[in-house]
């Protein structure tokens, strides 16, 4: 994150949202794992074991094939010679201690989420730019295409290294941020928004197949990349785009430019990274690979 400033430029408004995940939240989800034994095993290991909501984990295993976490199962995907997954940590999930469990009960590992306040930002919009947003015909036939489009992920990694931000500019717009749009509570903005000039190149954040590359009523010229291991990024508003579906890129590879396309009302990149349709925090990619990512 460095050399980016926190400020809001009243602007450039990004009005894209995604939808609030299910609160699954509560006392019985925190750690209850008995005599099972919690830590020193390499049966099964999670990367951070100190996370936040709105973050991921990167689960693994030699020979761990599925794991329970937040009252749900998940089946591990085969990678090289280890099975792997990641856990999105839900955005209103409450801080405390939850275990993830090797589905056959032997082994967990103990995650911490702690705290994280995410700010509120009031914005004001013309009531004709707010009805755009009704256009649900559109909006939802649009969703089928991105579904479809995350619907399929290499069973291995394209990438070996941490991510790039892909565009140089303003981060304007953090995760997590709760909108309030003409003095009613919105949805969380679940991606970063990064401002700057029309035509900025727009790079891939890492290596990977692109998966769309079309023009979406809301988020405007979009691109999104497979990462593989049903990892995803997402790439909105650009005034012209430089891939097509199915081309495979490297990182640093121009994608696109810079532009307003869609619902917003000034130049910057919306990005976003998730696993497979859930919204997830971009910058612990940027830290480090999962790969590194500190126990
Ligand atoms: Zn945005």
């Known amino acids: 994150m460095k050399g980016w400033h926190w400020k809001t430029i009243a602007a450039v408004l990004c009005l894209v949202f995604a939808a609030t995940a299910v609160p699954t939240g509560n006392s019985k989800a925190m750690a209850d794992i008995g005599d099972i034994k919690v830590k020193g095993s390499d049966l099964l290991q999670a990367q951070p074991e100190t996370t936040y909501p709105g973050d991921v984990i990167f689960v693994r295993s030699k020979q761990v094939t599925a794991v329970t976490m937040f009252q749900a199962t998940y089946k591990l995907r085969k990678a090289g010679d280890e099975y792997v997954r990641f856990i999105p940590i839900p955005i209103d999930v409450k801080p405390g201690v939850y275990a993830l469990k090797a589905a056959d ?166 990005y976003g990274m998730l696993i497979g349709n859930t919204y997830i925090n971009p910058n612990p990619f940027f830290a480090g690979s999962p790969y590194e990512w500190k126990k």
Do not use: C, W
């Not at 930002?121 to 089928?144: C, G, L, P, Y």
């Not at 990694?157 to 717009?173: A, E, M, N, Q, R």
């Not at 003095?183 to 991606?191: N, V």
């Not at 291991?229 to 990182?251: D, E, P, R, T, W």
């Open 105 to 270: 009960q032997k082994t967990a590992v103990n995650i911490t989420v702690a705290a994280k306040t995410f700010a509120n930002d009031s914005i004001t919009v013309s009531k004709q730019m707010n009805n755009m947003r009704q256009n649900t015909k559109r909006i939802e036939a649009d969703q089928v295409k991105i579904n479809k489009a995350r619907s399929q992920s290499n069973p291995e990694p394209y990438f070996t290294s941490k991510f790039i931000v892909p565009v140089d500019g303003t981060l304007t717009t953090p995760y997590g941020y709760q909108r309030i749009v003409n003095g009613k509570l919105d949805s969380r903005h679940l991606a970063i928004d990064i401002a700057n000039k029309t035509g900025t190149p727009v790079k891939a954040s890492n290596d990977g197949k692109v998966v769309l590359a079309d023009s979406i009523y809301l988020t405007g010229n979009t691109v999104i990349i497979d990462h593989g291991i049903n990892l995803f990024s997402f790439y909105g508003h650009m005034s012209k785009l430089h891939v097509k579906a199915g081309q495979m890129v490297k990182q640093g590879d121009v994608i696109g430019e810079v532009g307003t396309t869609g619902f917003s009302t000034g130049p910057h990149l919306h």
